[in-house]
């Protein structure tokens, strides 16, 4: 039994439209049948490109957003059909972090209020005292100095300001830890430093993470278990280890091609496979594989008309793709340029 | 003979005043503190660091965009025979847009919201070379066409809101090579864009340089990009340069304890999983000031005391054309440089 098991979620956003009467006109498709399990202790690495649904998946999992549809349990409770009350009663053990360290910051708080408002609020600690000598202690192990108590988010740095973030979600001893983009915003030298202290608390308090990130270099040094978003769905999942070694979705192998890589030996032999202008709207997503727009091995049957499933191709690898196979084997072709003449050829697509 | 010589360029904000209570405000701040680089034409020259290296200000003053009042440039940068710094506006404004271009980071707040693309690329034609009416337009249609925009003669007619990331991106380079420029200044192209979409744009940049022969000086704090794309790379950090080599002598043998540490504390996707990342320790605010020696000491791991005495110059330790600055530079010899493991 998984810690946390997604099955089937699904988060669409209301397009309204009228002055008087809100009448719905469509729905942004942002999460559309997600399903996938994250093991106690291990890190669970959500990837995609912006607009792909993976922030509003982690908000789904703390009901930060309705959930349309679906199932998120989360040690055995169906976390979606809990009333508000359980809901809120349940949260300090789901904590998050957030992309913009200065943004999910009150700037008129102090760091012993920020953190200790949590703690008030879920009954942990029975008075300021023992919650200050609590604070006291995570700030020690997140690496700031004990004097950041009576100081201000606009005192510190960038790297600072998420130590103070992953306290906040520390104090409340979670078993959870969602932290969306947790580095996107650092410097890389300072990125290094947040990752490996993440890594290091995972390890002496049992945490189980979905990091969520665009960044796949930094997910798979993160993360056990590796999902690649598109379009609101999963379309492949497998360990770091498997995704790197073998991408096996069209769009996986994009990507991965697509990441510099900090080495001009690298850079030189790689072939990039370039993709085919943009992503496509959530609001009206393409039928059939969503990602069949711009996918170089797009075939006559059944991408433009079947949604592939999540289909097992190897022990813990799963991809959404019908022909995965034939593709992995070579013996279907491509049939759109991959060089430079996917980025330079404008000649209408058909749809 | 290169193309653009910067000598020693030096770029000063002078500070709010002295008065009571000015504090850090009221002093005045180096930007950049003496940069010299090369860049020849068909080369692509990088600008590496972090937020606040100076990297930004360096091209903002090639470009003649910084603010007059209350900033002082100091140094020589010799574009084609002529001082860019001491150039008067209007000369200025002749060589920007034709010979000289600039590429933005953020392409929605580099184009004007209210205008419609097509007039603002059509702009750059009519005032640089003299193109006007059905001519401008169709020149306009054919550039966005060049750099893969479907359908230009509808995005002609589109607001930038209307466009994707990528392709209002795509839309400044258009406007950006709208008259064959000698020297492109990409100030991080690809840095609010996904990676799928860098790939395209990296992809039309090469292209741009292997084809038309144009010099291009790419701003990054990607040492990725920087890798797959530069000839020859400088390492800026608190506005000097630390370590200029070529990519692949600085990518085999980064030399200078700031890059060394930059290249070790990237995740990199082909690394085994496993593999400790060795942060540098601190960040960029406690620097001190490059007079009274080297202004990464604080977060050096090789540091001495010597670091602390006068500025350290660039010298070449390991390779002619590999300059560091550095009193104490990692070497082959210095097996303590990849057993050093820091604690953040």
Same mark, same amino acid.
């Given at each position: 039994m998984s810690l946390l098991e997604l099955d089937g979620v699904k988060v669409h956003f209301p397009v309204k439209k009228g002055v008087f009467f809100d009448r719905t006109v469509g729905h942004v498709y942002a999460v559309d049948g997600v399903s996938l399990k994250v093991e106690a202790g291990q890190t669970y690495g959500l990837v995609g490109e912006s607009g792909c649904g993976k922030t509003t998946l982690g908000r789904a999992v703390l009901r930060l957003v309705d959930i349309t549809g679906g199932e998120v349990v989360f040690d055995g409770t $169906? /976390? *979606? !059909? /809990?009333p508000d009350e359980e809901m809120r009663k349940i949260r300090h053990r789901l904590q998050m972090v957030f992309q913009d360290p200065l943004g999910s910051l009150n700037p008129r708080q102090n760091i012993e209020s920020i953190l200790s408002e949590g703690m008030a609020a879920h009954g942990i600690g029975a008075d300021q005292e023992e919650r200050r000598t609590r604070i006291k202690k995570i700030l020690a192990e997140v690496g700031l100095p004990a004097n950041a108590l009576s100081r201000y988010p606009h005192e510190f740095s960038g790297g600072q300001r998420q130590r103070i973030g992953i306290a906040r979600a520390l104090v409340l001893e979670p078993d959870v830890i969602i932290c969306d983009e947790p580095v996107s915003a650092l410097d890389v030298s300072i990125q290094a430093q947040v990752i490996n202290l993440l890594e290091e608390l995972q390890e002496s308090k049992g945490l189980t993470y979905l990091v969520i990130a665009h960044d796949l270099a930094v997910v798979r040094h993160i993360s056990d278990v590796i999902g690649v978003m598109y379009l609101g769905s999963l379309v492949e999942e497998a360990t770091s280890d498997a995704l790197y070694a073998g991408p096996r979705h069209p769009y996986t192998k994009a990507l991965m091609s697509a990441v510099p890589v900090p080495d001009p030996d690298v850079e030189d032999r790689r072939e990039r496979i370039l993709l085919h202008g943009d992503l496509p709207s959530p609001a009206s997503p393409p039928a059939g594989c969503r990602f069949h727009t711009r996918c170089?091995? !797009?075939?006559?049957?059944?991408? *433009?008309t079947e949604r592939p499933e999540l289909t &097992? &191709? *190897? $022990?813990g690898h799963r991809v959404a793709c019908h022909f995965a196979a034939e593709i992995e084997a070579g013996t279907v072709e491509r049939t759109r340029a991959t060089g430079i003449e996917a980025v330079t050829d404008t000649a209408p697509e058909e749809q | 003979m290169s193309l653009l010589s910067v000598d020693a360029l030096s770029v000063t904000f002078a500070g709010h005043g002295t008065g009571r209570g000015a504090g850090r405000a009221g002093r005045a701040t180096k930007a950049v503190d003496g940069v010299s680089f090369d860049v020849a034409e068909g080369q692509v020259v990088g600008l590496v660091g972090e937020s606040g290296c100076g990297k930004s200000v360096t091209a903002l003053a090639l470009m003649g965009l910084l603010p007059r009042k209350g900033v002082s440039v100091g140094g020589r940068a010799e574009f084609d025979g002529a001082d860019l710094l001491s150039m008067g506006e209007k000369k200025i404004r002749d060589l920007r847009g034709s010979q000289l271009a600039m590429i933005f980071q953020d392409p929605l707040s580099s184009l004007n919201p209210v205008v419609p693309i097509g007039v603002q690329v059509t702009e750059i034609l009519t005032r640089h070379r003299g193109l006007k009416g059905e001519a401008a337009r169709k020149e306009a249609a054919s550039l966005l066409d060049r750099v893969g925009i479907p359908d230009p003669d509808r995005r002609l007619k589109?607001?930038?809101?209307?466009?994707?990331g990528g392709m209002r991106q795509r839309a400044l380079i258009a406007m950006a090579v709208a008259c064959a420029p000698r020297l492109l200044i990409a100030d991080e192209p690809t840095t609010a864009l996904d990676v799928t979409i860098q790939a395209q744009i990296l992809e039309l940049l090469k292209e741009l340089v292997d084809q038309e022969g144009t010099a291009l000086l790419m701003i990054t704090h990607d040492l990725g990009v920087v890798a797959g794309l530069c000839d020859q790379v400088n390492v800026l950090y608190a506005g000097r340069a630390v370590e200029t080599a070529g990519r692949r002598e600085l990518f085999a043998h980064p030399t200078h304890p700031y890059a060394h540490g930059l290249l070790g504390s990237i995740p990199r996707l082909d690394a085994p999983r496993g593999e400790p990342l060795r942060p540098i320790r601190g960040s960029i605010n406690d620097k001190i000031a490059w007079a009274d020696g080297c202004a990464f000491a604080p977060r050096c791991d090789f540091y001495t005391l010597q670091c602390l005495t006068g500025t350290p110059e660039l010298t070449e330790p390991r390779a002619p054309g590999h300059q560091v600055r550095c009193v104490n530079p990692v070497l082959?010899?210095?097996?303590s440089a990849d057993a050093a493991e820091v604690s953040s």
């Open positions: $169906d /976390l *979606a !059909k /809990l170089p091995w !797009k075939q006559e049957t059944r991408c *433009a &097992v &191709v *190897a $022990d | 589109e607001y930038p809101h209307q466009l994707s082959p010899a210095d097996r």
